[in-house]
T-cell receptor
Framework: AQKVTQAQTEISVVEKEDVTLDCVYE???????LFWYKQPPSGELVFLIR??????QNEISGRYSWNFQKSTSSFNFTITASQVVDSAVYFCALSEGNTGNQFYFGTGTSLTVIP | ETGVTQSPTHLIKTRGQQVTLRCSSQSGHNTVSWYQQALGQGPQFIFQYYREEENGRGNFPPRFSGLQFPNYSSELNVNALELDDSALYLC????????????????FGPGTRLTVL
């Protein structure tokens, strides 16, 4: 079974629209870490955020915000007022507390922002 | 820029050959992980090295092996290449206080695109 599910394969939005990327995870560990990465066409994964399982506070960083809900095992990512530069593939990842050396990545969501 | 470099950028090999991919981590980063990313997929964990010892392995056969050196560089070796080995190979480095989590962010390199014909 997939530990991280990103059900949205591709999303297209018009510039300045808001967009939410969904991430659902599965783990039996009580301690775990969740991440979002951005992968532009160049291929390099760019770190966006890390969340640990004990901190359910939502976070906002500029146009980016993250909604962590343990009750639904979700860690969704919202981009407000999207820009063309946001076009990339976004990955959600999970690292478990007991075997945290392995990051489990979802299959990614390809976001295209149309000018 | 993450300070992590990989070489070569692209590589073409034929089935059955062997390949060595290289990664240079940030200074002070004692942990390096390697991932395989097939087209349209998320990265899959191959293995991790901590202070030059293997520290965890994903579901990859023994023909995938690695080395980590004291100068923060590392290698991924793949023997007996198969067509399905065609992928983007990513290395990621981080500074770890030990072999166990929690981890801070991993810094990924730009990857090596391997094509097996």
């Amino acid at each position: 079974a997939q530990k991280v599910t990103q059900a949205q394969t591709e999303i297209s939005v018009v510039e300045k629209e808001d967009v939410t990327l969904d991430c659902v995870y599965e783990t039996r560990d009580t301690t775990y870490y969740l991440f979002w990465y951005k992968q532009p066409p160049s291929g390099e994964l760019v770190f966006l955020i890390r969340r640990n399982s004990f901190d359910e506070q939502n976070e906002i960083s500029g146009r980016y915000s993250w909604n962590f809900q343990k009750s639904t095992s979700s860690f969704n990512f919202t981009i407000t007022a999207s820009q063309v530069v946001d076009s990339a593939v976004y990955f959600c990842a999970l690292s478990e507390g007991n075997t945290g050396n392995q990051f489990y990545f979802g299959t990614g969501t390809s976001l295209t922002v149309i000018p | 820029e993450t300070g992590v470099t990989q070489s070569p950028t692209h590589l073409i090999k034929t089935r059955g050959q062997q390949v060595t991919l290289r990664c240079s981590s940030q200074s002070g980063h004692n942990t390096v992980s390697w991932y395989q990313q097939a087209l349209g997929q998320g990265p899959q964990f191959i293995f991790q090295y901590y202070r030059e010892e293997e520290n965890g392995r994903g579901n990859f056969p023994p023909r995938f092996s690695g080395l980590q050196f004291p100068n923060y560089s590392s290698e991924l070796n793949v023997n007996a290449l198969e067509l399905d080995d065609s992928a983007l190979y990513l290395c990621a480095s981080l500074a770890s206080r030990g072999a166990k989590p929690p981890y801070n962010e991993q810094f990924f390199g730009p990857g090596t695109r391997l094509t097996v014909l």
